[in-house]
């Protein structure tokens, strides 16, 4: 062997031992290694934990409160807004108009009950049952005697006497007297023959 081959076999070792040590140096460090894997190690590192970080939260909060708020709110808004309105409104008037019409009664009966022959039916206002009612205007009221006794059903009152209003004259047991009340007002009438009976229309 020449010297030349010597050198040629001792660079090849040597060229070897070069490369075997940078392979282990990059294998077990890492950290030796060129700049080139170290910065990009560190460089997506970085932008990853912080694109997911900044976009996750941008994302949820963004989509949360843009989608589900603007949604929610105008849904819930519009739609009781619009329904309430309508509803309520010709809720609350079609009711007081009902019940005004229910008030205005075009026909009433009153009975004349057993026994209010004898005084104390005055006592319960039940001389007439009933004794206190409210009718609308033009409404035709009918007494009907319920007694065995004859009686009369007369405007006024037993103090100041008929006041001329109506009345029905004697009205026997089981006939009926009507009178129409075609305007406002209170109507007191009473019995000419047993004055503690009194009642009173109302008419509106
Ligand atoms: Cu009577």
Redesign the pocket.
């Known amino acids: 062997m020449t010297s030349a081959d010597k050198f040629g076999i001792a660079f090849s070792i040597g060229i070897t031992v070069v490369m075997i040590a940078i392979v282990l140096s990059f294998g077990a460090t890492g950290k030796s290694a060129p700049v080139a894997p170290v910065a990009p190690t560190p460089m997506p590192v970085p932008p990853t934990p912080e694109k997911p970080m900044e976009e996750v939260p941008e994302a949820i909060v963004e989509e949360a409160p843009m989608e589900e708020t603007p949604e929610e709110v105008p849904a819930e808004e519009e739609v009781p807004v619009e329904e309430t309105p309508e509803e309520e409104v010709p809720a609350e008037e079609e009711p007081v108009m009902e019940e005004e019409h229910e008030e205005m009664v075009m026909s009433a009966d009153v009975s ?1 009950p057993e026994g ?2 004898t005084p104390g039916c005055e006592a319960d206002n039940a001389c007439y049952v009933e004794s206190d009612i409210t009718v609308g205007v033009g409404a035709i009221v009918t007494w009907t005697n319920d007694d065995t ?4 059903v007369t405007s006024g009152t037993p103090t100041d006497g008929p006041d001329g209003v109506f009345d029905s004259s004697i009205v026997m047991s089981g006939a009926t007297f009507e009178h129409a009340f075609e305007e406002a007002g209170q109507y007191d009438y009473f ?1 000419i ?2 004055p503690w ?1 009194t009642g009173k229309v109302t008419v509106e």
Do not use: P
């Open positions: 004349i209010s022959s006794a004859a009686h009369t019995c023959v047993h009976m």
